[in-house]
């Protein structure tokens, strides 16, 4: 059984889109709790028993992630960007990724974005050209196959890999929304 908790908060439970759910419910439940039949934790799907609210294990579950040009402040040709620490017994599922701007500036004529980890930034998503044209059908959808041992990587940093013709600090126009399908406690 799940430890539950209780804290004395007005939370607004209609009117909200799910993101906004799980993000006030991540602010309930104690950061980094240890993953297993006991404790609750965070970013994953809640139910409510009584006045209590509980994380239930093994949800997999959807966080988007936006970067923009201003956080590309290398001044190289690559960048790292960090999105969130993935547990001891994470597993990423799937990655889905749009722009809402072209990547541009700088005499730039390429920019892309893959998704990974230090030492495998492909192995989530691979790269996908945020420098092209944004259209209402231009994303790109990424399932991480079961079988590939990169699924999961205990305790390690989920990345965004930037790849550019140009420094990445000189790009003046860009923003994508990246989103990560992942569990925890499998």
């Known amino acids: 059984m799940a430890t539950t908790f209780n804290r004395n908060a007005n939370l607004p ?4 889109s799910r993101q906004e759910f799980y993000d006030l419910m991540e602010q309930l439940i104690p950061q980094n709790a240890l993953c297993d039949d006991s404790d609750a934790t965070t970013d994953q799907t809640l139910t409510v028993s009584g006045q209590l609210v509980r994380a239930n294990m093994n949800v ?14 290398t001044a190289g040709t690559g960048h790292v960007e960090s999105l969130f620490a993935l547990g001891t017994t994470g597993v990423v599922h799937a990655v ?48 991480v196959v079961a079988s ?23 790009l003046t126009a860009g923003e994508v929304d990246i989103w990560v399908l992942y569990s925890e406690c499998y």
């Open 13 to 16: 439970l209609t009117d909200l």
């Open 60 to 73: 997999p579950r959807w966080k988007k992630f936006t970067v923009d040009v201003d956080d590309l402040d």
């Open 96 to 143: 889905y990724m749009k722009h809402n701007t072209a990547f541009s500036g700088g005499g730039a004529t390429s920019c892309a974005v893959s998704v990974g980890y230090a030492g495998g930034v492909t192995a989530y998503a691979g790269a996908f050209d945020v420098f092209q044209a944004v259209a209402a059908a231009t994303n790109q959808m990424n399932t």
């Open 148 to 170: 590939n041992a990169a699924i999961s990587v205990p305790g390690t940093t989920v990345v965004a890999d930037f790849n550019s013709d140009v420094n990445c600090d000189t």
